[in-house]
């Protein structure tokens, strides 16, 4: 009779074990899957900011600032500063060899001039994506073809 008490014992023990376990097991899960949601519903937001600056596709304004030589802070009509980073190129970086001289170009070419942006999103810094047009001319082919991006 001991050794039969002895057995139920332990399979009750196995049986409380094991129902912890598996509650921690549903409980790591769940909080998994509340990690997914909370990720899921972050991207919905940032493709909507996203669709929402496409759909206004079009700003003009005056480049009141050209941080190097492939961004620019844009000023509208209605006294809203913009910040801007031109599309498919990419020029060196402050501190890389040639950023100096990508900046000057850049400067020289638009700054202080009204320009006329093609949004196609945000970064991930949450510039505007742009090409960036004075007149006909397209300043982010421009540097390229100048080789200063």
């Not at 009509?77 to 060196?92: G, T």
């Not at 020289?108 to 991930?124: H, P, S, W, Y």
């Amino acid at each position: 009779m001991d050794n039969a008490k002895h057995k139920l014992v332990m399979l009750w023990r196995f049986s409380v074990l094991l129902l912890l376990v598996l509650n921690l097991l549903l409980a790591c899960q769940n909080q998994s899957a509340i990690r997914s949601l909370h990720q899921a519903s972050e991207a919905t937001a940032e493709s909507v900011e996203v669709r929402e600056a496409a759909a206004q596709s079009v700003l003009t304004g005056r480049v009141v600032k050209v941080s190097d030589g492939d961004s620019i802070t844009l000023l509208d009509m209605n006294h809203k500063q913009h910040r801007v980073r031109l599309s498919q190129i990419d020029a060196p970086e402050q501190k890389q060899p040639f950023s100096r001289v990508a900046k000057e170009a850049l400067a020289d070419l638009i700054a202080t001039k009204e320009v006329r942006l093609q949004i196609e999103g945000k970064d991930r810094y949450q510039r505007l994506l742009a090409e960036v047009f004075i007149g006909d001319t397209n300043v982010n082919l421009y540097m390229v073809r100048q080789g200063y991006a």
